[in-house]
């Protein structure tokens, strides 16, 4: 497995990590405990070394089981995980959606670290911006616990280039984590550039369009009630069929390289900056094979003109997510 530094920092990880969200939440049903302990073990056994989770999945399960299957592997493997939403000890909400105000953000921190099993968290992310908190304040809590040995990195997600650029002057940030693929490209504009001139490294979440990149979903596929998807604009069956062109853009692609839509789509992601990690989320492990083999697939100038040139042609329908949880990015 290759290896790539995020930004300027000295965390180097796995070209492709691994999403663990979906074991635990948003997308049921989920996998039987013991298959997914299996399933993390197998991914470090193959190459990956960065593992995403956080405290809402589940909430708190997500990180039990992260910190179960790699308790053996401890300094061995990056761990991120992230704080941000406002969550009881028992698992119900909170009074306010977001809540990052530093005592909070130290709470967090050290339960998490229980649920890890680990001496410090690799890479904390502010999950959400928390407009009732200024960033300089949650870089400054951050901070407080990286200096302690709490916390080795410091990050954002889905946070715009303004506040990137205010919590970066307190705390150095290692990495952001936004949505970013073919399909949802508004990073390009100014997140990127902010994140290149600041040497931060970029974490694309949802790299295959949540399973719709991977070319194994039509407009006639149906999801559970509890899975995310059934809530948001992009799935609907006319959007989906709408979209399927970009899907039909990356099997041609696929064809010419002897590879599978969604191996073109990462590497696609691969080859835009050296300082791009996507994460993306599987429960089985053909997929995580199937995903770990685009780190090996090489896309020319020409094929990336050819990509481009087509992509651009293609109009995404439908947001990407309800407009309570979109009114959350991009802050």
């Keep these: 497995m ?17 999403g663990c969200m979906g074991m635990t939440f948003s997308y049921a049903p989920f996998p039987k405990k013991e298959d997914s302990l299996a399933l993390l073990r197998a991914a470090v056994e193959r190459g990956v070394t960065f593992f995403d989770t956080a405290e809402v999945y589940g909430p708190f399960n997500n990180e039990e089981l992260v910190g179960e299957a790699l308790e053996p592997f401890r300094g061995e493997v990056a761990i991120a995980t992230k704080f941000g939403f406002d969550i009881n000890p028992d698992g119900s909400r909170g009074g306010r959606e977001l809540n990052s105000r530093p005592e ?4 967090v921190a050290e339960a998490s670290l229980k649920r890890l099993k680990i001496d410090a968290i690799d890479l904390f992310y502010q999950h959400r911006v928390d407009l009732e908190v200024p960033i300089e304040d949650v870089a400054g809590a951050v901070k407080d616990l990286i200096q302690e040995g709490k916390v080795k990195h410091f990050g954002l997600s889905e946070a715009a280039a303004k506040t990137i650029r205010r919590a970066h ?37 949802s790299p295959l369009g949540k399973g719709f990149l991977t070319g194994k979903m039509d407009e006639n596929t149906k999801f559970d009630p509890t899975d995310i998807r059934s809530i948001i604009p992009r799935f609907t069956p ?70 481009e040139s087509a992509a651009a042609e293609i109009k995404v329908r439908g947001a990407r997510y309800p407009e309570k949880l979109e009114q959350m990015t991009g802050r």
């Design 2 to 18: 290759q290896k790539r530094k995020l930004g300027n920092s000295n965390l180097e990880v796995s070209a492709i990590g691994l």
């Design 104 to 107: 909070h953000i130290r709470q």
């Design 169 to 205: 002057a307190v705390q150095p940030v290692t990495a952001l984590q936004s949505e970013y693929s073919l399909w949802h490209r508004a990073p390009e504009a100014e997140v990127i550039p902010t994140l290149e001139e600041l040497g931060i490294g970029f974490v694309p979440y």
């Design 238 to 307: 006319e959007a989906r069929n709408a979209n399927q062109a970009l899907v039909d853009l990356l099997g041609k692609i696929a064809a010419q390289k002897n590879a599978t839509p969604a191996q073109i789509a990462l590497a696609w992601l691969l080859a835009q900056k050296p300082w791009i990690v996507p994460i993306p989320g599987t429960t089985k492990l053909h997929r995580l094979e199937e995903n770990i083999g685009a780190v090996a697939i090489e896309l020319s100038a020409g094929d990336l003109a050819e990509i």
